[in-house]
């Protein structure tokens, strides 16, 4: 199993990665997979999206291309360690662990990136260690190919024994898939934070039997950096699923999947280097434009005609006393959406102020909800899904209205920029929102803060 | 003031960055380091350094050669707005914030490298937007250069601000700076984690007054990341220092910094394209050399010679029963050290533990203060360390020793890998401590993680 690691699974010829015949072929297909939107496009927005998909699937399966070899040569350094009869230090069974390396990974069964914090420890022996920055790069060869945590923790274990020949070496991944967007359980869940989380471990050597002491050892240094493993729950070989897109149904009977859209998405794992006949990727296509087309592109809502009998109510109170006016605040409605610019997934939440006159009620929050998910599936970018959000509630709620979306783009960690916790805010204002920064604030200060634990 | 930012501060002809001349002459200069020193630069472990180093520092300044309009040519969307009449949203008036975005830059003061916690915010104007992973882009062009704070903050703003024509740009950064070793000091405070924080903001447009309405809003959704500006301090230009090298008193009265390597660092300088003579840049070679040279290489320690009562007193006992004996640990006590393959500092604690028996008083804080120390200010590697004070210390504590190193690595942050969370830690274990696998959980399970708040 080792003999083959070095090599990948690549079989395209990708040059530099910058060959063009490579991206070209990615651009077509992408083209495709948009036209099977119902996007134009030539629509500035997206105009460039085929190329930039195209870049950021080739570099972010760049491992394809890489070799362990290469990385680890230079750095294994002669180090001494002790006399096995006195005890275990430096080159000589000193156990090294290499904490909280953020990686990201594309999932081989729905093509999304996947987010992976690594953290990898071993036993050297032999008098030589190997320089800490090595064990991120390679975990990043392997991270940047299409995978299974699973596997890719075996991978980058069996890879650095064989690079090191140590006593062992013990891998830990906590890695996370971002949700498929299920409205029911969405709005029965408020807090839902869009990600799936699954931990998996991978050993060799001292580390090949789970019992062993050196697992312990490994565990009570994962436990200082705040990473405790007994409150995380090991991914069992009995939980076979771990994408989200393996326990969707197929709804091919109801709605038979685009064949021209799957064809494209077959070409694009096969344009990164991959067979689109190995087992695990046979269905990938498929499972990818079932995602891809919750983002249809749909002509805009009816506005006017939904929930009006809200806004006759509201209209009908003309210019009212601001001050008699108290902010009523809906926080934390999930959304979804995908960015145009990239055709990666984006969610976070939306919070949404008005204003509210005593003897109304406010509007529900399922209602909300339709509405934002009515702008957030389509392509989108975070801006625009906030305007739209703003424009189609204000005439149902007077006007003034305040709407603020948070969220995390998986574009921003899964390209070249890799910013891992980085977030994004954006507001639209309308009426007494837009003019009164007091206004703004006193809603701001009712939406919880993550570091602000009660009491402070 | 604008006109001159693409172009930098740039002098040098560095090509594409990989041009041997300009490594040659940083490998040069960096062998004059080492030498300096007291090191032999053909050692195993150092033998490649001069390369590392040269190629850490080109490409941890690669800003010099970057452009701004690069970056966002391509990333300006038309996107549309609201009637100013109606409100603010998208591509008018809708306020945008990335936050949390990661890098790291190299203090102008001193060459080592600082952390760099980035929130940018801007007001769209003329119904366009910036894609968002620009804002990481632009940032990272002034961040990797030799910079300071608020020059880094106004330079990212002014950028910004010139090539998408908002309303208005705001940039706060959380810069931190590794404190310099002051082995008094951190005696005193055992729980001095190394880092110095500074806050620096600029605004721009609607922004340019910090008592604007714009920057209430900027502050508000800062806090819903849980960034609190309230319990912040910003730098004020009364508070003149951020880098510690500026406090520091000249000590060539006493010791005369070696002219041959404060002419070597200004050549590294030179060759990364600035200006050595640059007001801000005239004293750095001396600044860093007088740091550097904190890592003298000196002899072996003569542990036979210290401290030997105590190893008396103990050995005394000869062999006891393990059970009439209580772990003794000590923990969190600060360390320093240079990594010796990138010429950066790693910093963090060491814990100790070992056994005593009643009525023997644990070893003093500040003799192993001393131990730690004396291998800390060397050119070492964090497997070294760890087994170097191991050995130091188990003569003096019966044998029975367990010394686990916790480090943050510049070099992990301040290089292509760029891991900013990332965590090292290493185990030395000596006589029971090496058999028994309860013995050092119990030792383990006495350091307080982080996040296991009390309580949990």
């Known amino acids: 199993m080792m003999s083959c690691l070095d090599d990948g699974r690549f079989h395209g010829e990708l040059g530099n990665g910058l060959s063009s015949d490579g991206y070209a072929s990615i651009e077509d297909a992408v083209k495709v997979l948009l036209q099977g939107l119902g996007e134009d496009t030539n629509r500035e927005g997206i105009r460039k999206t085929p190329f930039r998909v195209a870049k950021a699937l080739r570099e972010g399966t760049r491992g394809y291309k890489q070799k362990v070899k290469d990385i680890v040569q230079d750095a294994l350094f002669p180090e001494a360690g002790l006399d096995n009869k006195v005890g275990h230090a430096g080159g000589a069974g000193g156990l090294v662990i290499v904490r909280d390396l953020d990686h990201f990974s594309y999932c081989e069964s729905c093509l999304l990136p996947f987010q992976v914090k690594c953290h990898v420890g071993y ?108 409150k995380l729950k090991f991914r ?59 983002f249809q592109n749909k002509p805009d809502m009816k506005v006017s005609g939904f929930l009006c009998g809200r806004r006759d109510a509201l209209s009908m109170n003309g210019e009212v006393d601001l001050n008699s006016k108290r902010v009523y605040a809906e926080l934390g409605i999930p959304f979804w959406a995908q960015c145009e610019h990239h055709l990666l997934p984006f969610h976070g939440v939306v919070h949404i102020g008005y204003f509210i006159l005593d003897g109304f009620k406010p509007i529900g929050r399922s209602h909300l909800q339709s509405i934002i998910h009515f702008y957030g599936f389509k392509l989108q970018v975070q801006e625009r899904l906030t305007r739209q959000i703003a424009e189609a509630i204000s005439p149902l709620l007077g006007g003034d209205v305040i709407v603020v979306a948070e969220a995390s783009h998986t574009c921003m960690i899964s390209r070249g920029i890799e910013k891992f916790g980085s977030n994004t805010s954006t507001i639209a204002v309308l009426g007494c929102f837009a003019t009164e920064v007091t206004a703004r604030a006193s809603f701001l200060k009712t939406i919880p803060s993550p570091a602000s634990p009660a009491g402070q």
Chains 1, 2 share one sequence.
Not at 149 to 156: N, V
Not at 207 to 228: M, P, S, Y
Not at 255 to 274: D, F, Q, R, T, W
Request: glycine share 6%; with cysteine.
């Open 123 to 230: 036993v050297p022996s032999g008098q030589r260690v190997l320089g800490l920055s090595k064990f991120s790069r390679v975990a990043g060869i392997f991270a940047r190919r299409l995978q299974e945590p699973q596997h890719l923790a075996d991978e980058i274990c069996s890879a650095l024994h064989q690079e090191i020949q140590p006593a062992g070496v013990a891998v830990v991944l906590q890695c996370t898939h971002v949700h498929f967007p299920d409205i029911e359980l969405q709005i029965l869940d408020p807090n839902h934070q869009g990600w799936l989380e699954t931990i998996v471990s991978s050993g060799s050597g001292v580390f090949e039997d789970k019992q062993a002491d050196d697992w312990a050892d490994f565990l009570g240094l994962l436990r200082l950096r705040g990473t405790v493993m007994e």
């Open 236 to 294: 069992r070989s009995s939980d076979p699923y771990w994408c989200p897109s393996l326990s969707i149904k197929v709804s091919s009977a109801i709605e038979p999947a685009n064949p021209g859209m799957v064809a494209a998405a077959a070409k694009i794992i096969k344009s990164l280097g991959e067979d689109p006949l190995r087992k695990e990727l046979r269905e990938t296509p498929r499972r990818f434009v079932e995602w891809f087309r919750n």
